[in-house]
């Protein structure tokens, strides 16, 4: 196994194989039990909706439904920040029991009125409590799990003759103004119901099933996901470049799912930086370390980033907090992810592990070289392996009068 090429491809299938033998072997896990037995499920939906990428602009969709639930339980199948005190191998136990009912559509399927099961996957997409529905397959689906870098951990899926919502689904009165407002940009769409406490998974399902926008379609979820992070991060950035600058150094640190988040914000006008840290024996680095770093100044990013989704979600996090605190800043997160993250479970992990470290109390510095000195204890990698990829650091040295190592 090459690692580097394995964490640029994580599963994406860069490499050529049809199917990636490092996820192949999760698939592979025994002990989950199996779910459903016959053509036909009944549960609620979290809510939760999945729509594939492979076969692209023609894809599948739909509702992915938990059998014999409650809606508390429901609820929770869909909510990570919930999870933080979890284990992997729970989190993976939860998400094998969801079974995901397909329909094929076209992406550009978004407005018809005239798929019955299309609409029905998007009245579902409405909701932020779960929904009770019902779905008939055209045969047994099959028994296994799915993992992926950016999806959450899924269950059983196969293909639906139909499926049916048990119970009007509960709309929130701005989600309900806003996927009628087809003149609102899908950014803009999703900056409103960020500021309204719209979750971030309730804003990718109603992207994803193609409720927002002027130009509407229906978008794989793990671009969705991305997606979304980006356009309310880019819209974050804009506008804390209107707040005063930080006046302190600050310093966070948090873990995650054997994943360390180590932020520090820094008191000068906003650019971003994230240093991704892959151990030896982790899920795509195979016996050797990778470091990559990715950055962005007071332009923002061009391009798509070199880390993927977990660019992203870590600059989203940050923007957050700033926007909460009302400051300006430039952010540096080093993110270390060690074996005992042994299972891939999404794009979430980074989101929530960085919101978790920026609600830690933060340490004060009145040197950037103390604050890297701590930084640098509390990570497994030398300093000297990461910190000459360090573009932000480097720079903070030599605009400041603060001393530097």
Known sequence: MNGTLCIKCKGKGICGRPRCPILEKYRSLQSIAPVISGCSVFGASPPSLFVGSYGYPRITAGPMISPLTTENEALF???????????????????????????????????????????????????????????????????????????????PSGLVKNFELAENPKVPRKVDYLVYDTDSLAKDA????????????????????????????????????????????????????????????????????????EVLILPRTYSFELIEIWLPNTIWSGESIWIGEDSEGPSGKKGYSLLAGGYYATRLAALEYLTEIRKQASVFVLREITSHYW??????????????????????????????TDLAGRVSTPKTEWLKKAIMLSDFRFQTTLDFF
């Open 77 to 155: 199948l869909e909510d990570p920040s919930a999870w933080a005190n979890m284990q992997i191998e729970d989190i993976i136990f939860l998400r094998s029991r969801m079974v995901r009912a397909n329909t094929n559509f076209h992406i550009k399927d978004a407005r018809s009125k005239e798929n019955s099961l299309l609409v029905k996957a998007q009245e579902l997409a409405l909701s932020r409590k779960p929904v009770d529905t019902e779905a008939w397959f055209y045969k047994i689906p099959k028994q296994e799990l799915n993992f992926d870098t950016i999806l959450m951990p899924m269950g």
């Open 190 to 261: 999703i900056t409103e119901l960020l500021k309204n406490d719209v979750t971030t998974e309730h804003i990718t399902r109603l992207f994803s099933i193609g409720l927002l926008g002027k130009e509407r379609k229906i978008v794989p979820t793990r671009w969705s996901i991305t997606a979304v992070d980006d356009m309310a991060g880019k819209e974050l950035a804009d506008h804390i470049k209107d707040f005063s600058l930080i006046s302190d150094i600050l310093f966070f640190s948090g873990t995650h799912f054997g994943n360390r988040f």
């Open 343 to 372: 299972a891939p479970l999404g794009v979430w992990v980074v989101r929530e592990g960085v919101r978790k470290a920026l609600k830690n109390s933060p340490q004060k510095f009145d040197s950037l070289t103390s604050a890297v």
